[in-house]
């Protein structure tokens, strides 16, 4: 197939690109409350956003990046809330400790049990994810409804999630139930407010491998 | 499966939680200088993003959203740069009128170009989108590198996109790319400054083909 080949934009390099912007990253955001393997997470949700209000707004369990890296290395499966973060995550590093990544949102028995019981989804799926994997790590990017039910399952002893990534964006319970999840003690990565979503999952999912897989060699 | 019915957060509906967040959205943005059509694309944007300030910073072409709309009912396919924009694009409204949601980025000639030229996949994938698809409505949330070589090809004549949505977020070019994007005189609907995203981009794709179908029903 002939591309074409006469034109190129100053830098076209992906690691080049990422370092020059890690470096940006760094320089505005300043002074900050993170560790350094924090920081590396809060990096990456800065650079998938662009939104430093948003980088500052994360807020870590003490154990959570050691629980989220062990659970990597030792291949536990990441549960995501919707198809946008699970395409998102990074899978290779993933696979290489054994892990895979799973959704159940769109499955059958999900949409027609949400229906029966007039409910969403989001809930219902993170019932059967529960029932399937209680030490994954979950990934929530958008349904505040399956964070809150999350929080319910781990309250009742039924979910021991490795971590869980708790940054629903939205104007309808996404703060609320952050705030509730920072309440547990459990291993957690959330953010106060509205602000969230898919890309902020998965860079926090995405950082936590890269630093497991930096460890692990 | 039993997935328990004991406990249920106060509002669950999916369709209300969107009625609801709308109104709260409507409300907080005020005075703004967008058209009705306009204004139902920002207000989704807001929604993914929970981001006022990523809603204003919203532009559309004049003819933008009309032409859009015509695709979709025409059943253009619609190129998105990354898997996860392809992901979160709703599929059914857009089949109902022929079309698809391409993405070529991961695949294997796309790399191997990319190795060869020592460029980015995102470039060579546009390229590739545009020789099969010239006036196809391109999504891009994410590669500065794609737009910048979307509006080459524009300007070459290659590309005669229905509408460009570029919202790509960053730190290097992503702000330059739009701005580059906002000279031309095709279809787009941009915005200025570093955020973006692929829950952007996907949420103007939505609701333009929202907009479609409410339309031609």
Redesign the interface.
Known sequence: ?D???E???L????QE?EQ??FA??EEELGPHPFTDEQFKVVQRVI?????FELGRSLVFHKDAVQSGMAAIRQGEPIVAD???V???ISKPRIAKYGGDVHVYISDA?VAQ?AKQ????RA??SV??AV?AHPNAIFAIGNAP?AL??LI?LVKEGVAKPSLIVGVP??????AESKEELMKLDVPFIANH???????VA?AIVNAISLLADAEGR
Chains 1, 2 share one sequence.
């Open positions: 197939m591309f074409g080949t034109f190129r934009p830098t076209t390099q992906p690109i020059k912007s940006i990253i650079h998938a956003s662009a939104d919707v198809q946008m699970q395409s998102g028995d049990a019981e007039g409910t969403t809930i219902i019932r059967k029932n409804t809150l039910e319910r964006v939205g104007f309808v319970s996404a407010g509205r602000k969230g979503g898919s890309p998965v």
